[in-house]
């Protein structure tokens, strides 16, 4: 029965995603349900102890004030006294398992610091005869931190959902584990293009200085009949090397039909930025000196742009013609109307 009902399961797709694998547990009976974690907490700055005595599915129910919370101070931790406390005022726990769960309490907090993780949660922790069981788990590890952790195996930031990391984001998480200086947050937001296809727009690679650039970007450029198939963030001053890691990648995406790049108005040296990009439009396109074949828009705005225009320049870049080049004067939406110009004088010429 167990065999038919796997292969049956195997062979069904789950919210759109294939199932690859079955966990088959053991039925425990238990008694009682119990939630504990600990968590990072921004608006504290330190993480924070999560207590209540009513664990299991029903947990998302729960009113926030149905959680007992207890602020750890991060140079000291958190002692099994301080746990014991916290427990004690949940309702309804026996006082004889009051230590028990405090010492659970106390290795997840030393799980939690150990792993550079943001949760560590379990749920439901319940209690089954006289031992507390740990029927379901969860850990979320620092993105910035996973360098950290090389016997985790993990290769990437795991901001894509259900999915499975693509190649190109585990290549992209690899920028960052190698050089900290600035960030290469890369994300596919439509890896097969299947999502850009069904809205009947137009794929497009993008890159930006700042969220909210890249976010703006991407919101002008959608009603133009464009979807950009990433989001990439290359702030925080990187190098010109890891902006040449992640515009590798980015390129690198089957279909695309363009790439534009906007900074927000920042201190970050854009000539180290226009550096890393130029690289790649050298190696990719020697045949015509770094001139692309498909449109391109690179806006550049704040500390040495005039810089980074020059170097356009200097390398004859700018003056191909599926290339525009610029300065701090124009907006996102500026950016993406003369993408859109762009990419329709190009389409034209695709005809011919």
């Not at 040449?244 to 201190?267: A, D, M, N, W």
């Amino acid at each position: 029965a167990v065999e038919t009902c796997s292969k049956r399961l195997l062979l069904q797709p789950f919210d759109g995603e294939k199932v690859s694998s079955l966990l088959i547990e053991k039925q425990i009976e238990f008694w009682t349900e119990y939630y504990m974690a600990i968590s990072a907490d921004p608006s504290l700055r330190q993480p924070i102890a999560l207590f209540s005595s009513k664990g299991g599915v029903e947990i998302e129910n729960q009113s926030r004030e149905a959680f007992l919370k207890l602020p750890i101070p991060i140079l000291r931790g958190l002692s099994e006294s301080e746990a014991m406390d916290l427990i004690r005022m949940g309702k309804g726990v026996p006082g004889p398992l009051t230590p028990k769960l405090a010492r659970v309490l106390t290795r997840l907090y030393s799980l939690y610091r150990s792993v550079d993780a943001r949760l560590v949660e379990i749920n439901p922790l319940v209690l089954s005869g006289e031992r507390l069981m740990a029927l379901d788990a969860r850990i979320e590890i620092d993105d910035d931190a996973i360098f950290r952790q090389p016997e985790l195996h993990l290769e990437s930031a795991e901001e894509s959902g259900s999915r499975a990391s693509t190649e190109l984001e585990i290549a992209a998480g690899q920028i960052d584990a190698h050089d900290h200086r600035g960030t290469a947050h890369f994300i596919q937001v439509d890896p097969d293009g299947s999502y850009t296809r069904a809205l009947g727009k137009i794929p497009v690679g993008l890159n930006a200085v700042g969220t909210g650039a890249a976010l703006t970007t991407m919101d002008e450029l959608v009603p133009l009949g464009y979807f950009p198939l990433n989001f990439c963030d290359s702030s925080g001053n990187p190098t010109s090397a890891k902006l040449y890691r992640v515009t590798k990648v980015i390129l690198s995406q089957p279909h695309i039909e363009g790439f534009i790049f906007v900074s927000c108005v920042s201190s970050q040296q854009l000539d180290n930025t226009a550096r890393g990009m130029i690289k790649v439009l050298l190696e990719l396109y020697p045949e015509t000196r770094g001139r692309p074949n498909i449109p391109m828009v690179f806006a550049f705005r704040g500390a040495y742009d005039q810089k980074a225009l020059e170097l356009f320049r200097d390398h004859g870049i700018s003056e191909s013609p599926w290339v525009k080049v610029l300065g701090r004067d124009v907006t996102e939406k500026e950016a993406a109307e003369a993408f859109h110009q762009l990419h329709q004088r190009w389409s034209k010429e695709k005809k011919k």
